[in-house]
C-alpha cells in the first residue's frame, strides 16, 4: 500500500482527496511538527530532501513528492479526471495545474517560513506574500467558466487543490468576496460524498 506522509490541514489533503476520488487506498503516516527541527523532520528528511508534504511513497519504494507530479502519475491510470488529450481544455489543465504549484505553492514555501529567508524583514516578505497571493488567486477566477468545476460538468483532479488551498491564507471569506467562481468549485468539491471522511479530517468542509 502506498505511505503518504503528511499532516492534517496541509497540502497532503491535496494527494488524499485525489487517492480517495480514484479509490487508490493509502496509509497516511502524521508526521505533525515536520517544518521545526526535530524527530518528524528527521523522517521526512530521509525520504525527502526539501522536507516537505505530500510525499508519497509508492509499493516498490520509489519516492513521490511534489503535488502536480503525484496528479500526472495518478491520471496516467485514472485518465478520467483530465480534459481528453488533444483538446484546448487539457493545455489548460496543464497550464493552470502547474500555475498554481509554480507560482501560489512558493509563496507559502517564502511567507509561512519568513524567518527563514530575511532575519530582519520576515513579516514585511509574509505581508508582502499575501498581496502577491492574493493577486495570483484574482488571475486564476479570469480562468474559470460557469461552473460546476474548473472544466465545466468534468470534474478534474485540479479541483481538489480549491477546497484544500481556500481554507489557507487569505482564507475563505476573502475567496467567497474576491474569487466567488472559484469558492463556488470548492464548495462543489465539499459537496462530494466519497471525499466527505477525508475533507472532515483535515478541517476543510
Ligand atoms: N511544490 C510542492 C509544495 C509542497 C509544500 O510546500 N507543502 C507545504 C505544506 S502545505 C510544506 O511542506 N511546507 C513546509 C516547508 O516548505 O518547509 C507541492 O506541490 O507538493
Known sequence: MYKLYGVSSFGSAITELMLTLVEEPYKFI????????????????????????????????????????????????????????????????????????????????????????????????????????????????TQLGAGPYIFGERLTLLDLYLPAMTRWRPRQAWFDQHTPKLAAVANQVRALPQLNKVLGRNGML
Not at 40 to 57: G, Y
Open 30 to 141: 502524521d508526521v505533525d511538527g515536520f517544518d521545526t527541527a526535530g524527530p518528524m523532520r528527521d523522517r521526512l528528511l530521509e525520504i525527502n530532501p526539501l522536507a516537505q508534504v505530500p510525499t508519497l511513497v509508492l509499493e516498490n519504494g520509489e519516492v513521490l513528492t511534489e503535488s502536480a507530479a503525484i496528479a500526472l502519475w495518478i491520471l496516467d491510470r485514472h485518465p478520467q479526471y483530465a480534459p481528453p488529450i488533444g483538446t484546448p481544455e487539457r493545455q489548460q489543465f496543464y497550464r493552470l495545474l502547474i500555475w498554481i504549484v509554480a507560482n501560489v505553492y512558493p509563496t507559502f514555501t517564502y511567507g509561512d517560513y519568513g524567518e527563514r529567508w530575511v532575519e530582519e524583514e520576515a513579516t514585511v516578505l509574509t505581508e508582502n506574500l499575501y498581496r502577491y497571493r492574493e493577486s495570483l488567486w484574482l488571475w486564476f477566477e
